[in-house]
């Protein structure tokens, strides 16, 4: 399998999107979860189609998405996804949100597994619903579940868990007993977890990725799951998200929600995503090239800033950084910025007792890894 090559600085740089758009030209950017790669061709050409045709309407019924994602996921983890309860939303946040308001009302809470996705205190907070924090254990840099301290949130009264399945911004997969021990206690105490499963495409062979739905009965009693083809096949602007359920009684909570949930999706994104599903050599050889890049940026982080804690993460693009020893300041993230001109996500978005973590993105080329490194060691 031939890997992907990340395209030139230069080229990067003609980008409209925020990861390019949003620093000064002279800034390294590797904090926004987006890749450095092209798309696969028969997502560019299915757009290329559309647009030659002027096909720039509204989204209307579109079964190719089921079809395509129930194939994958069963190919992929031999799970068998009910294309009739498979519902498209903008994107993985308004899933989220838009299922949750037929779960939850203001001021109940949800928990959530610090470290976590920093969008998901956003997404709470549109909610008018209050965080449970259960952090994850953490052992040197491996983050697992923290199972007591989730059943004490269930015991008092959480009404959703949002659960980052595969985890970002740690790179943990979190296993089928694991996940299968949460189903059981969500059922015991009343609680719906929902599973963001965006990044599980992008779990590498040494691990094996369980949709949470997957798991058994139970979970598909308690558990909503809502994913995207945006993070695996990188075209999060096209915007067009699935919820997923195998339970009639959440197959009947999606059906009523706000009809807007399925029209604010993108024509262009559920029919890119419906393509991508069928974009599988792409996708291994982009794994090909993030498996390099992971272990690539270890051997950088080994020979010029040893004290950089890394683990390699299991999952995804986005490596989990401690840069305590460095002794850069309350916000090692604002401080690379701007005495190093390159950009990362500050560890504190995702739980407030990381402050001197950063997320790096390694979904580029080795050079500008390499450059992004070399900037680090000049002001360490």
């Given at each position: 399998?031939?890997?992907?090559?990340?395209?030139?600085?230069?080229?990067?740089?003609?980008?409209?999107?925020?990861k390019w758009?949003?620093?000064?030209?002279?800034?390294?950017?590797?904090?926004?979860?987006?890749?450095?790669?092209?798309?696969?061709?028969?997502?560019?050409?299915?757009?290329?189609?559309?647009?030659?045709?002027?096909?720039?309407?509204?989204?209307?019924?579109?079964?190719?998405?089921?079809?395509?994602?129930a194939?994958?996921?069963?190919?992929?983890?031999n799970?068998?996804?009910?294309?009739?309860?498979?519902?498209?939303?903008?994107?993985?946040?308004?899933?989220?949100?838009e299922?949750?308001?037929?779960?939850?009302?203001?001021?109940?809470?949800?928990?959530?597994?610090?470290?976590?996705y920093?969008?998901?205190?956003?997404?709470?907070?549109?909610?008018?619903?209050?965080?449970?924090?259960?952090?994850?254990?953490?052992d040197?840099?491996?983050?697992?579940?923290?199972?007591?301290l989730?059943?004490?949130?269930?015991?008092?009264?959480?009404?959703?868990?949002?659960?980052?399945?595969?985890?970002?911004?740690?790179?943990?997969?979190?296993?089928?007993?694991?996940?299968?021990?949460?189903?059981?206690?969500?059922?015991?105490?009343?609680?719906?977890?929902?599973?963001?499963?965006?990044?599980?495409?992008?779990?590498?062979?040494?691990?094996?990725?369980?949709?949470?739905?997957?798991?058994?009965?139970?979970?598909?009693?308690?558990?909503?799951?809502?994913?995207?083809?945006?993070?695996?096949?990188?075209?999060?602007?096209?915007?067009?998200?699935?919820?997923?359920?195998?339970?009639?009684?959440?197959?009947?909570?999606?059906?009523?929600?706000?009809?807007?949930?399925?029209?604010?999706a993108?024509?262009?994104?559920?029919?890119?995503?419906?393509?991508?599903?069928?974009?599988?050599?792409?996708?291994?050889?982009?794994?090909?090239?993030?498996?390099?890049?992971?272990?690539?940026?270890?051997?950088?982080?080994?020979?010029?800033?040893?004290?950089?804690?890394?683990?390699?993460?299991?999952?995804?693009?986005?490596?989990?950084?401690?840069?305590?020893?460095?002794?850069?300041?309350?916000?090692?993230?604002?401080?690379?910025?701007?005495?190093?001109?390159?950009?990362?996500?500050?560890?504190?978005?995702?739980?407030?007792?990381?402050?001197?973590?950063?997320?790096?993105?390694?979904?580029?080329s080795?050079?500008?890894?390499?450059?992004?490194?070399?900037?680090?060691?000049?002001?360490?």
């Open positions: 399998m031939q890997p992907l090559k990340a395209l030139p600085l230069t080229e990067l740089q003609k980008r409209l999107s925020t758009r949003g620093f000064p030209s002279d800034v390294l950017p590797l904090p926004v979860a987006e890749m450095d790669f092209e798309i696969a061709e028969p997502i560019r050409n299915q757009l290329i189609e559309m647009l030659n045709r002027s096909d720039t309407g509204y989204l209307g019924s579109i079964p190719e998405l089921g079809v395509n994602l194939k994958f996921m069963g190919d992929r983890w799970w068998k996804v009910d294309t009739d309860q498979v519902f498209p939303s903008t994107d993985v946040g308004v899933g989220m949100v299922m949750a308001r037929m779960v939850v009302k203001p001021g109940d809470h949800i928990l959530v597994d610090s470290p976590v920093h969008n998901f205190a956003n997404w709470i907070n549109e909610l008018k619903c209050h965080i449970v924090d259960a952090p994850m254990k953490k040197g840099l491996h983050y697992t579940l923290n199972i007591p989730i059943e004490a949130g269930y015991k008092n009264g959480v009404k959703i868990h949002f659960l980052c399945n595969p985890q970002n911004p740690t790179g943990t997969v979190h296993t089928k007993a694991e996940l299968a021990e949460l189903a059981e206690l969500a059922k015991k105490y009343g609680v719906v977890i929902f599973s963001d499963e965006i990044h599980a495409p992008l779990t590498y062979s040494e691990n094996e990725f369980v949709p949470f739905l997957n798991v058994s009965q139970t979970a598909r009693e308690v558990g909503i799951t809502v994913t995207a083809a945006s993070k695996a096949w990188n075209i999060a602007g096209l915007k067009c998200a699935t919820i997923i359920t195998q339970h009639e009684k959440w197959a009947q909570t999606a059906k009523e929600m706000p009809p807007a949930v399925h029209w604010r993108s024509l262009f994104g559920a029919f890119a995503a419906a393509r991508a599903y069928e974009c599988v050599d792409w996708l291994d050889a982009c794994l090909v090239t993030l498996d390099e890049n992971r272990n690539f940026l270890k051997t950088l982080l080994s020979e010029q800033l040893p004290n950089v804690g890394y683990r390699i993460p299991n999952n995804s693009y986005l490596a989990w950084l401690d840069m305590t020893a460095l002794n850069l300041g309350e916000n090692p993230a604002e401080a690379l910025l701007e005495k190093g001109r390159v950009a990362f996500n500050a560890g504190s978005s995702f739980s407030s007792t990381h402050s001197q973590f950063i997320r790096l993105n390694f979904a580029t080795q050079e500008i890894l390499t450059q992004a490194i070399d900037r680090i060691v000049k002001i360490a």
